[in-house]
């Protein structure tokens, strides 16, 4: 069904710039919406400047044809770029973000707001974002009516927890609408990035969001090597597939825990708190790091995985499968946990497609979508990794998702353990090829990480755009809200977890 | 209930048992450096040209600035004299900025307990309140872990509150955005004095893998006066703890 006017390409290559289509803005827009109609998504959807204007790049997915599709338009600097976000929601943010960070107008955007309070991305062409936008402070959707009231949350809270700020337009103790409002952690990363790859690029990649080091490094990695042409051995190819367990079995345990302790059952809360640190301290093991920092590297991984480290995660994996399950079923048998899960933050299967939800929350929604089996990279090319769906939307479907898929990862990481392959586990990475756009996805345990990079003629990133799952999943969290007690909001938060640092960038 | 008693006597009492034994630390971890500078030849950069961030320097003997320092070990790898080796020894915090330089031949300067006055106030019961300014949450992660069963912070009377007015002391990571800026100034004023303030990881102490953003001010070192600097990108909890209780005078 899709037109000549998307270039098709898999996930993890890169493809010279020229054969990108360019399309005048209106096609370019007709374009993307006829995908999304028809079942592909919206992966990335930037601005870059090009001579005094801007081309826009559009990264698309279809899980139906397992591929990739990249349109581009250009679009002039005093231009406006007409929203589409009206006729398809899950751009409304992306166009959100062109509009900050390329000072691009907007024309009929319905919620046109700052997205992280940046400076403009580039000098020079484009209106700018006035310098004294001071963070949260912004025109928030309000709910006028004689016994409303507004709860404001944030930016500190009341945790060890990244900053972030929350608007809840309240009825009595429940909830009409709550809006979200960040932007606090933002350390100009993409910005960093222009010029690139520098001698500090795969640091700062391992910290967009600490606890994704793997899935954001994996990304990093396989731009760099789609770039360069470097071929990554199996060996390393199966290392980097346990840790990317490793760091999703570490955080949806965390999440089982914190679930349990926001709805006060201690127990599975206190085991689960400890139970996150064996599977941390795996990745420790592994190279020394409990975040994976230093794994990955372009080319392969830092550090090999000998026989003996294969047999004490081995034998560590067994044991925490057990202790896990014994901690994580005690919250299947008790009611009154049940009771509080259930029917609370629903997200219908509706929204979350429409708002292009990634990862558990829209698998919790019913929508099955995994880059590991959709548009599969590394290990799982060769080894399939089950994916699990739930219906109910709640935050009982997202708790129950999270111990499924803890399952399946432990089950991926036995296999791949009795099966390492031998040879060496890093290659060095060749040249970066010049005029290319190169495209990564991981899986990461929040949902779709997303690495675009554009590179210029000689070969240095003129544009590295980063999409972290939580770009997409934030607006679900706030639909969750609607009709909720405001007491349940730190129960919702907990079961949808996401990252500031990752969304700030 | 039954299943929840059962599971209890399952999991067992799993708390770590430092400082009374030594920590469980991994074979791989890179802690404090050991430095040879007899094995560096004539003009070799090797390790220093291997540092993105600077944190090695030659005059003539080699000193590391753990401050600086990601811990990444690409120094040691880059070296091909076996000058520089990364030790699997966590101890890292200090009292001092400049205490963080490692410098071979001097003595190793470990982190102090606070003065007979600050003990007596905070010694036995010492509340912070954490401020996550341009984190990336893996600090903030390995912070909140020490509060789990498998650390139990709580015993040695060290713990995380919601409110800074009932907090006695300030815990910052991150590399402090523009954007956290005045929310973190508003935090450590509504601290009563005195208070303590600890810089928790790379980025709060220098910046991080962030220094010299722009968007950022590489750490809290020229906005609040520090009492413990604890290093590592992010530190390994026990790194945290043992900070923490050289600064309480708890490690004997």
Same mark, same amino acid.
């Given at each position: 069904?899709?037109?000549?006017s998307?270039?098709?390409?898999?996930?993890?290559?890169s493809?010279?710039r020229?054969?990108?289509?360019?399309?005048?803005?209106?096609?370019?827009?007709?374009?993307?919406?006829?995908?999304?109609?028809?079942?592909?998504r919206?992966?990335?959807?930037f601005?870059?400047?090009?001579g005094?204007?801007f081309r826009l790049?559009c990264?698309?997915a279809?899980?139906a044809?397992g591929v990739?599709?990249?349109l581009g338009?250009k679009?002039?600097?005093?231009?406006?770029?007409?929203?589409i976000?009206s006729?398809?929601?899950q751009?409304?943010l992306?166009?959100?973000?062109i509009?900050?960070?390329c000072g691009?107008a @907007?024309?009929?955007?319905p919620w046109l707001k700052?997205?992280?309070?940046?400076r403009?991305?580039?000098?020079?062409?484009?209106?700018g974002?006035?310098?004294?936008?001071e963070?949260?402070?912004?025109?928030?959707?309000?709910?006028?009516? =004689?016994? @409303?009231h507004?709860?404001a949350?944030?930016?500190v =809270?009341?945790g060890?927890?990244?900053p972030?700020h929350?608007?809840?337009?309240?009825?009595?103790?429940?909830?009409?609408?709550?809006? @979200?409002?960040?932007?606090?952690?933002h350390?100009?990363?993409e910005?960093f990035?222009?010029?690139?790859? =520098?001698?500090?690029?795969p640091?700062?990649?391992?910290?967009?969001?600490?606890?994704t080091?793997?899935g954001h490094?994996?990304a990093y990695?396989m731009?760099i090597e789609?770039?360069?042409?470097t071929?990554v051995?199996?060996?390393?190819?199966?290392?980097?597939?346990?840790?990317?367990?490793?760091e999703r079995?570490a955080?949806?345990t965390g999440?089982l825990?914190?679930i349990?302790?926001?709805?006060?059952y201690?127990p599975?809360?206190s085991?689960?708190?400890?139970?996150?640190?064996?599977?941390?301290n795996m990745?420790?093991?592994l190279?020394?790091?409990?975040?994976?920092r230093g794994?990955i590297?372009?080319?392969?991984?830092g550090f090999?995985?000998n026989?003996?480290q294969a047999?004490?995660?081995?034998s560590r @994996?067994?044991t925490?499968r057990?202790?896990?399950?014994?901690?994580?079923d005690?919250?299947?048998?008790t009611?009154s946990v049940?009771?509080?899960?259930?029917?609370?933050?629903t997200?219908?299967e509706e929204?979350?497609?429409?708002?292009?939800?990634?990862g558990?929350p829209?698998?919790?929604?019913g929508l099955n979508?995994d880059?590991?089996?959709d548009h599969?990279?590394?290990i799982y090319?060769?080894?399939?990794i089950?994916?699990?769906?739930?219906t109910?939307?709640?935050?009982h479907a997202?708790?129950?998702l999270?111990?499924?898929?803890?399952e399946k990862?432990?089950?991926?990481i036995?296999e791949q353990?009795r099966?390492?392959?031998?040879?060496v586990y890093?290659?060095?990475?060749g040249a970066?090829a010049?005029?290319?756009?190169?495209?990564a996805l991981t899986e990461g345990?929040?949902?779709?990480?997303? =690495?675009v990079?554009?590179t210029?003629e000689?070969?240095?990133f003129?544009r590295?755009?980063?999409v972290d799952p939580s770009?997409?999943?934030?607006?679900?969290?706030a639909m969750?809200?609607r009709g909720q007690q405001i007491?349940?909001?730190p129960?919702?938060?907990?079961?949808?977890?996401?990252?500031?640092c990752g969304f700030?960038l | 209930m039954?299943?929840a008693?059962?599971a209890?006597?399952?999991?067992?009492?799993?708390?770590t048992?430092?400082?009374?034994?030594?920590a469980q630390l991994?074979?791989?971890?890179r802690g404090y450096?050991r430095?040879?500078?007899?094995?560096?030849p004539?003009g070799?950069?090797?390790?220093?040209?291997?540092?993105?961030?600077g944190?090695i320097?030659?005059?003539?003997?080699?000193?590391i600035?753990?401050g600086?320092?990601?811990f990444?070990?690409?120094c040691?790898?880059?070296?091909?004299h076996g000058?520089?080796?990364m030790?699997?020894d966590a101890?890292?915090a200090?009292n001092?900025?400049?205490?963080l330089?490692?410098r071979?031949g001097?003595?190793?300067?470990?982190a102090r307990a606070l003065?007979?006055?600050?003990?007596?106030?905070?010694?036995?019961?010492?509340?912070?309140?954490e401020?996550?300014?341009a984190?990336c949450?893996a600090c903030e992660a390995?912070?909140?872990?020490l509060?789990?069963i498998?650390?139990?912070?709580?015993?040695?009377?060290?713990?995380?509150?919601?409110s800074?007015r009932h907090?006695?002391?300030?815990?910052?990571?991150?590399?402090?955005s523009e954007?956290?800026y005045?929310a973190?100034?508003l935090t450590?004023e509504a601290?009563?004095?005195p208070?303590i303030?600890?810089?928790?990881?790379?980025?709060a102490?220098?910046?991080?893998?962030?220094?010299d953003s722009p968007e950022?001010?590489?750490?809290?070192?020229?906005?609040?006066p520090?009492d413990?600097?604890?290093p590592?990108?992010?530190p390994h909890?026990v790194?945290i703890l043992?900070?923490?209780?050289?600064?309480l005078?708890k490690m004997g």
């Amino acid at each position: 069904m899709m037109s000549a006017s998307i270039l098709k390409l898999y996930n993890g290559t890169s493809v010279p710039r020229r054969d990108i289509p360019e399309l005048p803005l209106e096609e370019f827009l007709r374009a993307i919406l006829d995908a999304t109609d028809h079942g592909w998504r919206v992966s990335a959807y930037f601005g870059t400047p090009d001579g005094g204007d801007f081309r826009l790049y559009c990264l698309l997915a279809s899980k139906a044809e397992g591929v990739l599709g990249l349109l581009g338009a250009k679009v002039a600097a005093d231009a406006a770029l007409p929203s589409i976000a009206s006729l398809c929601p899950q751009v409304s943010l992306f166009e959100r973000e062109i509009a900050e960070q390329c000072g691009l107008a @907007i024309e009929g955007h319905p919620w046109l707001k700052p997205v992280r309070f940046q400076r403009p991305l580039f000098n020079g062409p484009g209106k700018g974002v006035p310098e004294d936008k001071e963070p949260g402070v912004m025109d928030f959707y309000q709910v006028q009516g =004689h016994e @409303i009231h507004e709860v404001a949350v944030g930016p500190v =809270h009341a945790g060890i927890i990244e900053p972030g700020h929350f608007r809840f337009q309240c009825y009595g103790e429940q909830v009409f609408h709550l809006e @979200i409002s960040l932007g606090y952690q933002h350390r100009g990363i993409e910005r960093f990035m222009i010029g690139g790859p =520098h001698p500090r690029s795969p640091y700062q990649m391992e910290a967009i969001g600490g606890d994704t080091t793997i899935g954001h490094g994996q990304a990093y990695a396989m731009i760099i090597e789609a770039l360069s042409g470097t071929r990554v051995p199996a060996r390393a190819e199966a290392i980097r597939g346990i840790a990317l367990e490793l760091e999703r079995l570490a955080n949806h345990t965390g999440d089982l825990g914190a679930i349990a302790g926001d709805v006060g059952y201690l127990p599975t809360s206190s085991f689960c708190g400890r139970i996150r640190g064996d599977f941390l301290n795996m990745s420790a093991v592994l190279c020394g790091s409990r975040f994976g920092r230093g794994l990955i590297v372009p080319g392969g991984v830092g550090f090999d995985c000998n026989p003996q480290q294969a047999g004490l995660l081995g034998s560590r @994996i067994a044991t925490a499968r057990e202790e896990l399950a014994n901690a994580v079923d005690l919250l299947w048998n008790t009611p009154s946990v049940l009771a509080r899960l259930e029917n609370t933050g629903t997200v219908s299967e509706e929204t979350a497609r429409e708002l292009g939800l990634v990862g558990p929350p829209a698998r919790g929604c019913g929508l099955n979508r995994d880059i590991r089996r959709d548009h599969p990279f590394g290990i799982y090319r060769m080894s399939q990794i089950p994916v699990v769906t739930a219906t109910t939307g709640d935050v009982h479907a997202r708790t129950l998702l999270r111990w499924l898929e803890a399952e399946k990862s432990l089950d991926f990481i036995e296999e791949q353990l009795r099966q390492l392959p031998a040879g060496v586990y890093r290659n060095n990475a060749g040249a970066i090829a010049g005029d290319q756009v190169a495209v990564a996805l991981t899986e990461g345990w929040r949902g779709e990480v997303c =690495h675009v990079a554009v590179t210029d003629e000689t070969g240095r990133f003129g544009r590295y755009k980063i999409v972290d799952p939580s770009f997409h999943n934030w607006q679900g969290l706030a639909m969750a809200l609607r009709g909720q007690q405001i007491s349940d909001f730190p129960l919702c938060n907990k079961s949808f977890n996401l990252s500031y640092c990752g969304f700030d960038l | 209930m039954i299943r929840a008693i059962l599971a209890r006597a399952k999991q067992g009492h799993r708390t770590t048992k430092y400082p009374k034994e030594p920590a469980q630390l991994p074979e791989l971890l890179r802690g404090y450096p050991r430095l040879n500078s007899a094995a560096c030849p004539e003009g070799c950069r090797e390790c220093i040209d291997a540092c993105p961030y600077g944190a090695i320097s030659r005059t003539p003997v080699l000193s590391i600035d753990m401050g600086k320092c990601l811990f990444c070990s690409a120094c040691s790898r880059a070296c091909s004299h076996g000058a520089i080796e990364m030790t699997c020894d966590a101890a890292l915090a200090a009292n001092k900025r400049e205490e963080l330089i490692v410098r071979e031949g001097e003595e190793r300067r470990m982190a102090r307990a606070l003065d007979a006055k600050m003990l007596a106030l905070f010694g036995r019961s010492l509340k912070f309140r954490e401020v996550s300014a341009a984190g990336c949450n893996a600090c903030e992660a390995d912070t909140n872990v020490l509060s789990t069963i498998g650390w139990d912070l709580g015993r040695f009377g060290i713990q995380f509150v919601a409110s800074p007015r009932h907090a006695d002391g300030l815990w910052v990571t991150g590399p402090v955005s523009e954007n956290m800026y005045q929310a973190l100034l508003l935090t450590y004023e509504a601290i009563p004095a005195p208070k303590i303030v600890v810089a928790c990881g790379a980025c709060a102490i220098n910046g991080g893998p962030f220094l010299d953003s722009p968007e950022c001010r590489n750490g809290i070192d020229n906005i609040f006066p520090v009492d413990l600097y604890i290093p590592g990108c992010p530190p390994h909890p026990v790194t945290i703890l043992d900070g923490l209780l050289r600064l309480l005078d708890k490690m004997g």
